[in-house]
């Protein structure tokens, strides 16, 4: 790319969730320079796949559409998805960036019709709802996705699906000729918005999640709360579509553990608490809901929300990590067994439905950084000096709820300005 | 810190607590456990254990001695090593579990007629006697440990697994009356006397005042 888009006065921000968007926004309506890149092709990360915010229970797209309102409204920040970045060089103020473009193979053209995903007839496994469906091969990552533009999942190029696609673009935005490209970009700063993964829920061999239909992970039940997504908002068990009776939570599945993350993941405790009001308002008192725990980490002002969910008679608490989970293969139900640390009961306690509370593992890449970056035994970037211009944001600094993600970001945004601010000093 | 508050952490760091990590091997990983009972639902063994090791390291925080000594459960581990594999904390807890039932083997505390106890002490005597484990001998005391009639019923039961062995040679009724020796048994009872001073060395009393 020969255009000059960015000067050791522009600040990166890498990652298009609400972290990055945050972090982004504040630079960029300080004056700053920012360039926004995004791996996928759409801005929005997981707060997109959310059904409701715990505690307000409101509808976390409502934040986005805000957050995208201002990134259209800016003329400062660029954005640039399905970019990727492969290499950081230099130092506090003069950095060079390696930055690999994916192809979308739709242009600015697209108008979002939907005539290429009619036509194409490969399907694949749909990454918005973590597989639960199927989605086109021509397609929007959802109906939240910005940039609005269609993209070609690069395993029907070279079919004649891919053909399909570009004869039924009426607009002329179908490209099948894009290639790779590679980018260099300088900037003064660099804040790191890549966020979180949901663990692995296969890796935790006692709870058979790849073994049981009916043991799913939480961000799954937040897919399936969704009106427009798998299950068209129909909380049900994936081995029958039957609605579940008694559902049992699994707290600290993947997190707090010398075997999995040994941090804790901190969101998953209230999103258990919060899941079971999604139980309650779908099936009133037709479903009970029972939280597994080792303790509910609830601090200051959730606390209330804890209290609230506790006088529900539908849901009760365990204080037991479960130790492994078995299956009755007639009814696809499963069997919980443990021993409860209030008075060392073992049981054996059947549940129609598994939710793991799958803890978050942070997307921070290996050998991106420069040499000496301080990222800690957990995968977060610290907050260190040695970082020099490199800061991170949201739950790439730490496991964060959302709240507490966008204060991060803004933190980010304040000291990647500073550094801003004072190379523009030194140059006059 | 105020007085009432050291003074509430030493009383919740109970003295037992600390004779355990002075005296029981990998002790000091007692405190680490966040009872969070996967050690318990995960063991082959657990529905016959009084006390999971869950509740054995509560227990030895809350100053239980004698209840914890005393207790059947920690001779029950068979060394499966499912608890350490899975305890999210890192626990060694096949090793405490060991631990604590040689200590409380050494305190003359072990329940009477405990059978992993009762095996532990022949194969002892075995093999300080003569350096070598007898096989048969260990064998015949097993049969014979609950009484003579029960013996006899344990040995007819057993019967004809003996014969097959002393067919193929795997086992020589003539063992019974001494057996073969090691070459230096006297060398090897000097040997294991000195590993015993050095263990007794190490072994710090305690009254119960401390901690």
Same mark, same amino acid.
């Given at each position: 790319?020969?255009?000059?888009?960015?000067?050791?006065?522009?600040?990166?921000?890498?990652?298009?969730? &609400? /972290?990055?968007?945050?972090?982004?926004?504040?630079?960029?309506?300080?004056?700053?320079?920012?360039?926004?890149?995004?791996? /996928?092709?759409?801005?929005?990360?997981?707060?997109?796949?959310? @059904?409701?915010?715990?505690?307000?229970?409101?509808?976390?797209?409502?934040?986005?559409?805000?957050?995208?309102?201002?990134?259209?409204?800016?003329?400062?920040?660029?954005?640039? /998805?399905?970019?990727?970045?492969?290499?950081?060089?230099?130092?506090?103020?003069?950095?060079?960036?390696?930055?690999?473009?994916?192809?979308?193979?739709?242009?600015?053209?697209?108008?979002?019709?939907?005539?290429?995903?009619?036509?194409?007839?490969?399907?694949?496994?749909?990454?918005?709802?973590?597989?639960?469906?199927?989605?086109?091969?021509?397609?929007?990552?959802?109906?939240?996705? @910005?940039?609005?533009?269609?993209?070609?999942?690069?395993?029907?190029?070279?079919?004649?699906? #891919? %053909?399909?696609?570009?004869?039924?673009? *009426?607009?002329?935005?179908?490209?099948?000729?894009?290639?790779?490209? =590679?980018?260099?970009?300088?900037?003064?700063?660099?804040?790191? #918005?890549?966020?979180?993964?949901?663990?692995?829920?296969?890796?935790?061999?006692?709870?058979?999640?790849?073994?049981?239909?009916?043991?799913?992970?939480?961000?799954?039940?937040?897919?399936?709360?969704?009106?427009?997504?798998?299950?068209?908002?129909?909380?049900?068990?994936?081995?029958?579509? *039957?609605?579940?009776?008694?559902?049992?939570?699994? %707290? +600290?599945?993947?997190?707090?553990?010398?075997?999995?993350?040994?941090?804790?993941?901190?969101?998953?405790?209230?999103?258990?608490?919060?899941?079971?009001?999604?139980?309650?308002?779908?099936?009133?008192?037709?479903?009970?809901?029972?939280?597994?725990?080792?303790?509910?980490?609830?601090?200051?002002? &959730? =606390?209330?929300?804890?209290? *609230?969910?506790?006088?529900?008679? $539908?849901? !009760?608490?365990?204080?037991?990590?479960?130790?492994?989970?078995?299956?009755?293969?007639?009814?696809?139900?499963?069997?919980?067994?443990?021993?409860?640390?209030?008075? @060392?009961?073992?049981?054996?306690?059947?549940?129609?439905?598994?939710?793991?509370?799958?803890?978050?593992?942070?997307?921070?890449?290996?050998?991106?950084?420069?040499?000496?970056?301080?990222?800690?035994?957990?995968?977060?970037?610290?907050?260190?000096?040695? $970082?020099?211009?490199?800061?991170?944001?949201?739950?790439?600094?730490?496991?964060?709820?959302?709240?507490?993600?966008?204060?991060?970001?803004?933190?980010?945004?304040?000291?990647?300005?500073?550094?801003?601010?004072?190379?523009?000093?030194?140059?006059? | 810190?105020?007085?009432?508050?050291?003074?509430?952490?030493?009383? @919740?760091?109970? /003295?037992?607590?600390?004779?355990?990590?002075?005296?029981?091997?990998?002790?000091?990983?007692?405190?680490?456990?966040?009872?969070?009972?996967?050690?318990?639902?995960? +063991?082959?063994?657990?529905?016959?254990?009084?006390?999971?090791?869950?509740?054995?390291?509560?227990?030895?925080?809350?100053?239980?001695?004698?209840?914890?000594?005393?207790?059947?459960?920690?001779?029950?581990?068979? !060394?499966?090593?499912?608890?350490?594999?899975?305890?999210?904390?890192?626990?060694?807890?096949?090793?405490?579990?060991?631990?604590?039932?040689?200590?409380?083997?050494?305190? $003359?505390?072990?329940?009477?007629?405990?059978?992993?106890?009762?095996?532990? %002490?022949?194969?002892?005597?075995?093999?300080?006697? $003569?350096?070598?484990?007898?096989?048969?001998?260990?064998?015949?005391?097993?049969?014979?440990?609950?009484?003579?009639?029960?013996?006899?019923?344990?040995?007819?039961?057993?019967?004809?697994?003996?014969?097959?062995?002393?067919?193929?040679?795997?086992?020589? #009724?003539?063992?019974?009356?001494?057996?073969?020796?090691?070459?230096?048994?006297?060398?090897?009872?000097?040997?294991?006397?000195?590993?015993?001073?050095?263990?007794?060395?190490?072994?710090?009393?305690?009254?119960?005042?401390?901690?």
């Amino acid at each position: 790319m020969s255009e000059a888009i960015a000067t050791n006065q522009t600040i990166l921000v890498v990652g298009g969730g &609400i /972290s990055g968007l945050t972090a982004a926004l504040e630079a960029a309506e300080c004056g700053k320079q920012v360039v926004l890149l995004e791996k /996928s092709p759409s801005v929005g990360g997981r707060v997109g796949q959310l @059904y409701k915010y715990f505690p307000k229970l409101c509808i976390p797209t409502c934040g986005l559409e805000i957050q995208y309102r201002r990134l259209k409204a800016n003329r400062n920040i660029r954005l640039i /998805s399905m970019a990727e970045v492969t290499d950081i060089k230099g130092e506090e103020g003069n950095y060079n960036i390696s930055v690999k473009v994916a192809p979308r193979y739709v242009n600015e053209n697209c108008t979002a019709c939907g005539e290429c995903g009619d036509a194409v007839e490969a399907e694949f496994d749909d990454e918005h709802n973590f597989g639960l469906g199927k989605r086109k091969g021509a397609y929007l990552t959802s109906r939240m996705a @910005y940039p609005q533009r269609y993209v070609l999942d690069p395993r029907i190029i070279g079919t004649d699906d #891919a %053909q399909k696609a570009k004869d039924a673009c *009426k607009y002329n935005a179908v490209d099948l000729e894009m290639q790779e490209q =590679d980018m260099e970009l300088n900037v003064g700063s660099v804040i790191w #918005a890549t966020g979180w993964k949901p663990y692995d829920a296969a890796k935790i061999q006692p709870y058979g999640y790849d073994r049981f239909d009916n043991v799913i992970t939480n961000v799954e039940m937040e897919r399936m709360m969704d009106p427009f997504g798998p299950t068209g908002g129909r909380i049900q068990r994936p081995s029958d579509g *039957k609605e579940p009776k008694n559902i049992a939570f699994i %707290q +600290c599945a993947g997190s707090r553990d010398h075997n999995h993350l040994k941090h804790c993941s901190r969101i998953c405790c209230m999103a258990s608490l919060k899941q079971t009001t999604y139980v309650r308002e779908q099936f009133g008192d037709e479903a009970k809901s029972t939280i597994y725990y080792i303790d509910i980490r609830a601090i200051d002002r &959730i =606390d209330d929300f804890y209290q *609230k969910v506790k006088e529900d008679e $539908n849901v !009760s608490f365990v204080k037991s990590k479960v130790a492994n989970i078995v299956d009755n293969k007639d009814s696809g139900n499963l069997i919980l067994n443990g021993v409860d640390t209030e008075g @060392y009961n073992r049981y054996a306690n059947e549940h129609d439905l598994v939710v793991l509370a799958i803890g978050m593992e942070s997307n921070v890449p290996a050998g991106v950084f420069p040499e000496g970056t301080a990222i800690n035994e957990h995968n977060f970037i610290d907050f260190d000096p040695a $970082n020099g211009g490199i800061f991170g944001a949201g739950c790439s600094s730490d496991a964060l709820d959302v709240n507490r993600a966008t204060q991060n970001a803004t933190a980010a945004a304040l000291r990647a300005i500073q550094v801003v601010n004072r190379v523009a000093g030194q140059e006059g | 810190m105020s007085n009432l508050n050291q003074a509430m952490i030493e009383k @919740y760091r109970s /003295s037992f607590l600390n004779e355990v990590e002075a005296n029981v091997e990998e002790g000091h990983w007692v405190k680490m456990c966040m009872q969070c009972g996967v050690c318990s639902g995960s +063991c082959p063994l657990g529905p016959h254990w009084e006390h999971p090791p869950q509740e054995l390291f509560m227990m030895i925080r809350a100053n239980e001695r004698e209840a914890v000594l005393k207790s059947d459960s920690m001779w029950m581990c068979t !060394s499966c090593y499912n608890c350490i594999a899975r305890c999210p904390r890192g626990l060694p807890i096949t090793h405490i579990m060991h631990g604590l039932a040689t200590y409380a083997k050494r305190l $003359n505390l072990v329940p009477k007629k405990q059978p992993t106890a009762e095996f532990g %002490q022949m194969f002892w005597d075995s093999l300080s006697k $003569n350096g070598r484990v007898n096989e048969l001998k260990i064998g015949v005391g097993l049969y014979f440990k609950d009484g003579f009639a029960q013996g006899v019923k344990n040995a007819m039961a057993g019967r004809e697994l003996g014969m097959a062995m002393m067919k193929t040679q795997r086992m020589n #009724a003539m063992e019974y009356f001494g057996g073969h020796k090691c070459k230096d048994t006297s060398g090897i009872q000097k040997m294991l006397k000195k590993a015993q001073e050095f263990e007794d060395q190490q072994i710090t009393r305690f009254d119960g005042k401390e901690g």
